[in-house]
């Protein structure tokens, strides 16, 4: 492909074993790429789900002494009272928009697709879910926590997705984003949207990383909100 309107490869994806009938996007952590959970998903795939892990383009992150690094935005600080890079979190929200819409262009309707991301990665996801007019078939929110929580609800009195389901998943060990923060937004996630469908759990010792108990909540989460359909 020609142009050099983006600097950032093309995202790393896990095509279905058949015809994909369902997507997930996974949006990874700071300072990572798609590769190791277009690893991870291709471990615990299912024939029908096509998993689609893009790479943040590298940017100056101030959190960690303005290196560049893959980052979906820029973070100031890890504390709640932390100034938040707003500008920053809606551009990108419009740029995993604009990857969802794609999928719907190729086939797969919005209401088949699961967003979900690690850490700033699910953050992301968490904003871009609340804020769309695309009705996702839910989120995955990985050790991470609620971007611009203040906006809410006035940000998603336009979203399609006041029903969705989310699994948010978190260690209790996690020394980078504390176990009170994910705690904490799962409280908000079930003012913001249907709390009935809000699942939060915690995974006993686990730090800021993901764990293969968690890996197997995922699979199931997946399986329960993408079915096979009809004949497949």
């Known amino acids: 492909m020609c142009g050099n309107n983006m600097s950032t490869p093309l995202p790393a994806i896990v ?73 920053g979190i809606k551009r990108a929200s419009d740029h995993i928009k604009a990857l969802i819409e794609q999928e719907v262009k190729n086939g797969i309707p919005s209401h088949r697709i699961i967003l979900g991301g690690f850490s700033q990665g699910g953050a992301l996801s968490l904003y871009t879910a609340l804020t769309t007019q695309q009705k996702l078939a839910g989120v995955l929110a990985l050790s991470c926590w609620l971007p611009l929580r203040n906006s809410f609800p006035q940000a998603s009195a336009g979203s399609a997705n006041k029903d969705m389901h989310l699994l948010q998943c978190h260690g209790d060990a996690d020394p980078l984003v504390p176990f009170s923060f994910g705690s904490r937004t799962a409280e908000k996630m079930k003012s913001l949207i249907n709390p009935a469908n809000v699942t939060f759990k915690s995974y006993h010792g686990l730090p800021h990383s993901a764990c293969p108990e968690e890996m197997v909540d995922v699979k199931r989460f997946i399986e329960k909100q993408l079915p096979a359909i009809g004949d497949e």
């Open 15 to 87: 095509p279905a074993a058949r015809k994909a009938t369902a997507a997930v996007i996974f949006l990874h952590g700071l300072g990572d790429s798609g590769h190791g959970w277009a690893e991870a998903f291709a471990g615990i795939k299912i024939p029908h789900v096509k998993y689609i892990c893009p790479h943040a383009p590298n940017m100056p992150v101030s959190l960690n002494m303005r290196m560049s690094m893959p980052s979906w935005f820029d973070i100031y600080g890890l504390s709640p009272e932390a100034e938040e890079d707003e500008a």
